[in-house]
DNA sequence: ATGTTC
């Protein structure tokens, strides 16, 4: 009745937060103060030299974020923050449920549960230089990538549902992995709470044939030398040394999570009025956690999760058999999986309160610190592996999880950072030169479609060794090790 | 990110 009178008002984003001040906090940290209609301020974790990189429309994002019912603290920013659709990527948000906090669809974005895991392979760099060809034409060959690309593994609407449910845990139990590859994932290998009933029947047709897929984009395959040990009890607790070759995989719940998105985002822009939410643009739609769409959500995006776990359980075994095949000593033993687009019901102190809450990380990772009891026993007196993954031709970093990173509701970032659009990265970078320029610097790419080589080159990306400086001074998670990439598959 | 602008 009244509320559709509104209705109009929700339609249109006013210009919010025109003049946005950082104001300095310490070495890392700044904030931007609350101001109306914002709840809580922002909290922005970068260096100067980082600080750089985050431009206004990153800012009025967070801000954005910062309006919406039942925030808890302040909305976050991690050091490679760029804008997203609504939300920002490398954005970090609490919501209480007790205090009419949603569930953003915006907030977990539509790579759901995109993440990365990444391998010890027990080789060391002389066995890959040996065979550096072979090797990248053998994964390249087994390793389904692209857009639109399917598997060798199809499932039926049976199997789909139990994959659904069962994540990493489900292709374990069906060939694809052992145990120890579930006590080094997030959530020992599955979400509990997923609700396949709630994922449209568009988004599991999707997905009948992907899984075991790279998809495209961002997303990869990459054997790494590791380069540097910074704290030498962590990468003993992690299993890691210089010279060990490391395997890292980087993908998500290709066409099924991007449908769960594409599915809830117009349902909870929709009822934005009957929920009585001001939005300030329509892209962060959400709903209340304690509502029926919210908990449609929540379920779907569960689901979600653990699509993408079993898409990188099976990757990985499709990798060890590639290993294989190349090599009679290969092991390829987990060091961690980690995902970067998630909501999850994590208890925090605030206030020196306990309360329970959903913490949305969209470009974020996990960084629980040392004791932490949702740990498992590898990690948990130095604290969770955070695995940032470098853009191509690279490093990337394995970090662990501060006491600290409590400030950010155990949050980290989850990798360089975009610092060019698509688009721009695709009209100012040539592929072929870029491949060139990649050979000579010895890393070897194998791609299925050129256009991704540009729109991922290095100068696409911040400089990753000053967001980790950022992420460590800030005290979010600190440096273990190191590593370079050796051969790409890219999506 | 994405059956690459259902």
Redesign the pocket.
């Known amino acids: 009745m009244a509320k559709k009178k509104h209705h109009a008002q929700h339609k249109t984003a006013p210009a919010l937060f025109k003049d946005i001040q950082l104001i300095r906090q310490s070495d890392a940290e700044w904030q931007i103060p609350q101001q109306s209609p914002m709840r809580v301020p922002c909290h922005v974790f970068a260096t100067d030299a980082v600080r750089a990189t985050l431009d206004s429309a990153t800012l009025r994002q967070a801000c954005n974020v910062a309006t919406l019912p039942g925030i808890v603290t302040a909305s976050m920013v991690m050091p490679d923050a760029h804008s997203g659709y609504g939300f920002p990527i490398g954005g970090v948000a609490a919501f209480d449920p007790d205090a009419g906090g949603v569930i953003c669809a915006g907030g977990v974005g ?2 759901i549960a ?1 993440g990365v895991r990444t391998l010890v392979t027990g080789l060391t760099p002389d066995d890959v230089l040996g065979k550096r060809t072979q090797l990248a034409d053998a994964l390249f060959r087994s390793i389904p990538c ?3 690309t399917g598997g060798a593994i199809p499932l039926t609407s049976v199997s789909l549902e139990a994959m659904l449910t069962g994540g990493a845990k489900w292709a374990v139990a069906h060939g694809y992995g052992t145990q120890a590859d579930l006590d080094h994932t997030e959530e020992g290998g599955f979400m509990r709470g997923a609700r396949p009933e709630f994922v449209s029947a ?1 988004a599991k ?2 997905f009948m044939d ?1 899984l075991g897929t790279l ?5 990869y395959m990459e054997v790494q030398r590791v380069t540097d040990i910074y704290d030498a009890t962590a990468a003993q607790a992690f299993g890691i040394a210089v010279d060990d070759i490391l395997l890292s995989i980087h ?2 719940s ?2 099924l999570g ?2 769960i998105g ?1 599915d809830f985002l117009p349902r909870m822009a929709d009822k934005a009025d009957y929920f009585g939410i001001t939005l300030p643009e329509k892209e962060l739609a959400c709903a209340p956690i304690f509502s029926d769409l919210g908990q449609e959500y929540l379920g779907a995006m569960r689901a979600g999760i653990n699509c993408a776990l079993a898409n990188r359980q099976v990757l990985t075994h499709l990798a060890r058999g590639v290993f294989a095949e190349c090599y009679s000593h290969s092991r390829l033993r987990m060091i961690y999986d980690v995902s970067h687009n998630t909501c999850k019901e994590e208890q925090h102190v605030v206030n020196g309160k306990k309360r329970l809450l959903h913490v949305h990380r969209k470009g974020a990772t996990r960084a629980f610190g040392p004791g932490h009891p949702e740990l498992p026993a590898f990690c948990r007196s130095v604290g969770q592996p955070v695995i940032v993954g470098g853009s191509m031709g690279t490093p990337s970093y394995i970090l662990a999880g501060c006491t600290d990173s409590a400030k950010s509701f155990c949050s980290a970032n989850h990798g360089a950072g975009r610092s060019m659009s ?1 688009t721009t990265a695709r009209k100012t970078i040539h592929g072929k030169d870029m491949l060139a320029v990649l050979d000579r610097m010895g890393i070897t790419i194998r791609t299925s ?1 050129m ?1 991704s080589i540009a729109e991922e080159a290095p100068e696409a990306y911040k400089n990753i060794n000053a967001v980790v400086e950022a992420t460590e001074k800030a005290g979010l998670a600190r440096r273990v090790a190191r590593a370079v990439p050796l051969i790409c598959i890219k ?1």
């Open positions: 539509f790579d995109c692209g857009v639109g568009e047709k999707r992907q998809g495209s984009g961002n997303h993908c998500g290709r066409g991007h449908q594409t698509r479609d256009r999506g």
